[in-house]
């Protein structure tokens, strides 16, 4: 019988790191404060540090909640909502991937977090990509999936980067008239293809 006791103890103990990040891991909560902005982090477990970028119109908490209670029985999780993003406030600026991957550079230096492991999907692929480019210091290893750009910007995409509303939308008409008739109806009731469409 004492047996019985000890060996669900050694179990409950073995298995109390992975249970205590299921379905909501414990972790701590806050405001960082970069470059005139405020942007919510949470950090979550221990070990080599992991820093997760979610994409557009998305959070950390929606989009990586599984890995962060994976990855943070044995690693730092660190996830930061971008400006206007989740938790973190908006305010009077123009967003760009330059801007917050300035931004995510000030918060792992301001956490004293040294080089990172980057994981960044869609939007937080591409801002990765420029966090790699201009802050390699403080990136260790940089798993990206969905980017739309690269790091080296041909200069067409450069320029295009800086157009006017104007000029984004002449070049969706464009777009919109260059493809066949079938394709713009067929797409009309997929979600983000309404702009198109309309161009």
Known sequence: MDDFKGAILI??????????YADGAPGTQRYVEVRGAKLYTQIYGRGPPIVF?????????????????????????????????GHSPDGPW?????????????????????????????????????????????????VISGAKIRVDLSPEEKQRAHWSPQQLAAHLHAVADSLPPWLLADSAGCPGTGALANA
């Open 11 to 20: 179990a409950v103990l073995a298995l109390a790191p992975a249970a205590a």
């Open 53 to 85: 970028l979610h994409g557009g119109m998305a959070f950390f908490d929606i989009s990586f909640a599984k890995q962060r209670d994976y990855f943070a029985t044995y690693r730092t999780v660190v996830g930061i909502d971008q400006r206007g993003y």
């Open 94 to 142: 123009s967003l760009s991937y330059q801007m917050m991957a300035d931004d995510t550079a000030a918060v792992i230096d301001q956490l004293g977090l040294g080089s990172v492991d980057i994981v960044g999907h869609s939007d937080g692929a591409n801002l990765a990509l420029i966090l790699a480019r201009d802050h390699p210091k403080l990136v260790r290893h940089l």
